[in-house]
């Protein structure tokens, strides 16, 4: 149906590796597909978005990936920093709507 | 600018009670919306509008209703609350959606308590 599946819950890398955090959804009218960044006591702010007629989209050390025939998309991180430790969030919208996953928490070990 | 304000920043209520959370956006953006956000369960949203006097229901609307009188305004309002919609709540615009979409900005968020 209309849930966003986000994987993994909670992720931990040493500083400087590289993170990816992958989401799956069914609907394949879905056509924008964003990445927010939440810090602590804070409201999610977007980090990356893709729109389904691009395959990938790079950003500085942020890229995202998008397979439309698996209905898959990722967020990549390179070159982890202790900066980047936050809760990461993937959307999909369609038509003024959007639904979240559930969220990644990132721990980036110093 | 000041972005997306959201008002009060804490609020607890007892059952049954009502109250209006606020949200103010200063950036002319069409789109607005409100979304809760609970452990393990991401950010669900509760009602949108896509411009003055035009609104619409999200995932999750009921016990909640919402109004748009002004492009700069989109208060939630909690009618008879429950001890379910303890949550953080957070207030989002986005700029004009000429049939796109595009990045919306987050309020701080507002953390109710119902007891």
Redesign the interface.
């Known amino acids: 149906g209309?849930n966003v599946e986000?994987h993994p819950?909670t992720l931990s890398v040493q500083e400087g590796d590289s993170a990816v955090i992958k989401c799956t959804y069914s609907d394949s009218a879905s056509?924008?597909f964003?990445w927010?960044k939440q810090e602590l006591g804070?409201?999610?702010?977007?980090i990356i978005?893709i729109?389904s007629n691009v395959g990938e989209k790079k950003d500085q050390r942020i890229a995202v990936t998008l397979n439309k025939t698996a209905k898959h998309f990722s967020l990549h991180i390179t070159e982890t920093q202790p900066e980047d430790s936050a809760v990461y969030?993937c959307?999909r919208?369609k038509t003024?709507?959007?639904?979240?996953?559930?969220?990644t928490r990132l721990k980036v070990l110093a | 600018n000041a972005g997306v304000t959201q008002t009060p920043k804490f609020q607890v209520l007892k059952t049954g009670q009502s109250m209006t959370l606020q949200c103010a956006q200063d950036m002319n953006h069409e789109y607005m919306s409100w979304y809760r956000q609970d452990p393990g369960m991401g950010l669900r949203l509760i009602h949108y509008s896509v411009g003055a006097g035009i609104t619409d229901q999200g995932e999750v609307p009921n016990g909640y209703n919402v109004s748009r009188s002004t492009t700069e305004d989109f208060p939630l309002r909690l009618l008879s609350a429950a001890p379910s919609q303890t949550s953080v709540y957070f207030c989002a615009s986005s700029p004009g959606l000429a049939g796109r979409h595009n990045e919306q900005f987050f309020g701080p968020g507002t953390r109710l308590t119902v007891l």
């Open positions: 209309e986000q819950s056509n924008y964003p927010y804070k409201g999610p702010q977007l978005d729109r969030f959307a919208g003024y709507k959007y639904i979240f996953g559930t969220g």
